[in-house]
Every structure is written in C-alpha cells, then in structure tokens.
C-alpha cells in the first residue's frame, strides 16, 4: 500500500496537502444501477413460480437455473467491486512541491504522472451541467510546461477550492524559490 | 450423459472469477493509498464473494447431479403441446 506519508522521490521539506478521489455520486450510480440488476433473478423466480412452476422442482431445469443464478450474482459483484476499485485507486495528490496524478484503467493498465508546481502554467476548474452543479463536483485542469501537457483531476468534488489550493501552493513555492535564489546571489 | 456436465462450465467460469478477484485484491494491496478505507474494501469484497459462493453451494448441494439429461422431459415442460401422445 501506499503511504501517503512517504511518497516516492520525496523530498525534505515536502508536505501532502490533498489527497482527492473522485465524487462520490460517480461509483454511486453504476452501483445503485447494479442493485437494481440484482434484483431482476428475484423477480424471475415470482414470474417463474406463477407462470412455469414445475421449472422450480424439475430435475434438469431447477439446478440450472440455480447455476445461472449464482453466475450473474458472481458477475453483478465482481462488476460492483471493478467500478469500487477503479474510484478507490484514482488518486489525485497535491504537496507542497508536485501535483502527482495516479489512474487505474482495467485491470492491468496503471499510470501515474506528477508535476512539479514550478513546471505549472494554468489551473482551471469546470462544473458542467446539473447534477454536477448541485452535487458540486467536476474536473480540474493543470496545464504544464512539461512535455505532458495537462494534468487532469477527473469529476473531484469542490473543484474551485481544489483550484484555490493548487493556485495558492504555486505561489508560495515560487515565493519560496525567489528567497532561495535572493539569498545565494550568483557568484 | 448426467446433468453434472453442467457444472464444467461452471467450473472454468469460477477459475476465472478467482483470477479476476486475485488481481483486483493485488491492485488494492500495492496500488490503493493504506489505510482502514482500503481494508475495509478488501473484506468486504472477499466476503462478499465468500457468501455468494456459500449459499450457492448449499443450493446446488441439494440436487441430484447424476440425473440424466432426457430431452422430452425438457420438451415436456417448456412445449407440452408438442409431445405426440400415442393412442
């Protein structure tokens, strides 16, 4: 496991400020959709014992449709838990030195990127829509110098203060690196 | 030929669903930011599949694998008309 504590390529004096996931209502709604697909071998076992009850106890049809059963819940779970694990390990960690963004896609495909807050241009905050309006959530956009381009925190909630935060981090590394450079004048 | 033929698929499908669940418990262990939140994911997923697998156990427990397939007694049941009756 990770320890935020003990990021990798840390340096001395660095401090994790923030660390964001995605909204919650984004893994909420596949998961209520999902509970809502369970519920649909419930529903068949009611049609079935009123329309076709002799399937219930018939000795061929009864254990498949039992295995049948077993398949989807093991499916609709694994299903669940896919959608559970993807918002849980993407990360978005903001310290007092770098911005690292960590996403999981799938199963095997992983990457994490990180910007130093010197190498960062633009900070834009966006809430499209409705539902991202009221729940207040949407995505941030960190524009680097760096060959990467932009890094972007995906549907994270209170996007404006994410940007406040970032904005601020910045200029009080820059404040920090204009000290350090007034101090040890160029010989 | 027994109704136990069924359970092979069955069989290959759950080999698959333990590599699928070993790999995400492996993401959550290496990758996920430590913590209570994480374990907490991790018992619940395993057992959650646990139960799933348990009562689909005592479920197919019940009946008897080695009843052969007979295809007019699925016709039977699902086109009863269809079944010639002789005079």
Known sequence: MINIDQLPNRLPEEKTKLVVRRHWWIPTKIIVALFFSGLIPIGAYFFINTEYPILLSHPIAAPLLTLFTSFYYLILWVLVFQEVIDFYLDTWIVTTERVIDVEQFGLFRRETTECHLASIVDVTSEMKGVIQTLLRYGNVTVQTAGERGQLVFREVPNPDSVRQLVLGLMQEDRARHERVATATPAS | ?87
Request: charged content about 10%; cysteine-free; glycine content about 6%.
């Open chain 2, 1 to 87: 030929m027994t109704i136990s033929l069924f359970l092979i698929p069955y069989a290959l499908f759950l080999v698959f669903y333990f590599i699928f669940v070993f790999f995400n418990i492996y993401h959550l262990k290496h990758f996920a930011i430590g913590g209570a939140g994480t374990t907490a994911v991790v018992s619940i997923y395993v057992v959650g599949t646990g139960a799933i697998l348990f009562v689909s156990a005592i479920l197919l427990m019940e009946f008897d694998w080695s009843q052969s397939i007979d295809v007019e007694a699925i016709q039977q049941v699902f086109f009863p008309e269809r079944i010639i009756s002789p005079l």
